[in-house]
């Protein structure tokens, strides 16, 4: 069996035991016979499709992928929780500025409780799952680019990717006391690494919204 991923998922397949498989941006190009890859991508093909946004869905991920690598015979053993707290464990060792990523569930927690009168507007589905993991409130907003009315919100915090800044500036002022304007990074601008992507974005967020 051939499986194709993307390169957002590449490092989800190496951790969860996977050696030989093709990377294409648009797997439906490869010839395969089984895709992993993000949520909101769509192929033709057999597919899994994964989140990758928090730390949580990450680790749900390399398990989710990796159990089903070993009923398809693909490896010779699934990888079990403990491997995957490793995994992150370790990243202590590879950046000292890592925090978030091997922060104890008590102590994020505290965080969370921290967050939880905080109101946050958000111009991207990604970034709710994030914002909502640090447990803050994600008002009933959804970004329409076709639709520009301008509804009356009250929100401490304004949360966006930077591929949205111009279309957000549009329909926002970035610039008001009433709330506080937040940009996180897109994929194309930070680390393919999906525990350091991770930890950037909850970084930015967390420290923002103190």
């Not at 993307?6 to 498989?21: N, P, R, S, V, Y």
């Not at 994964?50 to 992928?65: A, D, L, R």
């Not at 925090?99 to 965080?111: G, H, M, T, V």
């Not at 549009?170 to 601008?189: Q, V």
Request: hydrophobic share 40%; net charge negative; proline share 1%.
């Amino acid at each position: 069996m051939i499986v194709v991923t993307t390169q957002m998922c590449k490092q989800i397949m190496e951790w969860a035991g996977l050696d030989d498989f093709k990377v294409n941006r648009f797997p439906d190009e490869e010839e395969g016979d089984f895709a992993i890859l993000l949520s909101e991508s769509k192929v033709k093909m057999d597919s899994l499709a994964i989140k990758i946004n928090t730390f949580s869905q990450i680790k749900e991920s390399i398990k989710i992928v990796s159990d089903l690598l070993f009923e398809k015979n693909l490896i010779e053993k699934a990888i079990g929780d403990e491997d995957i707290e490793a995994i992150f464990a370790n990243y202590a060792n590879v950046d000292e500025d890592i925090k978030y990523a091997i922060l104890s569930e008590d102590k994020f927690n505290k965080i969370r409780e921290s967050n939880k009168d905080k109101k946050v507007k958000v111009y991207s589905e990604f970034l709710k799952d994030l914002v909502c993991d640090i447990g803050a409130t994600v008002i009933d907003f959804k970004y329409d680019k076709d639709d520009n009315t301008k509804l009356g919100m009250n929100f401490d915090y304004l949360v966006y990717p930077d591929y949205l800044e111009e279309e957000v500036s549009k329909r926002e002022n970035l610039g008001s006391d009433e709330f506080k304007a937040i940009k996180i990074l897109s994929h194309n601008n930070i680390s393919k690494d999906p525990i350091l992507k991770a930890e950037s974005r909850y970084s930015i967020l967390i420290s923002k919204m103190d």
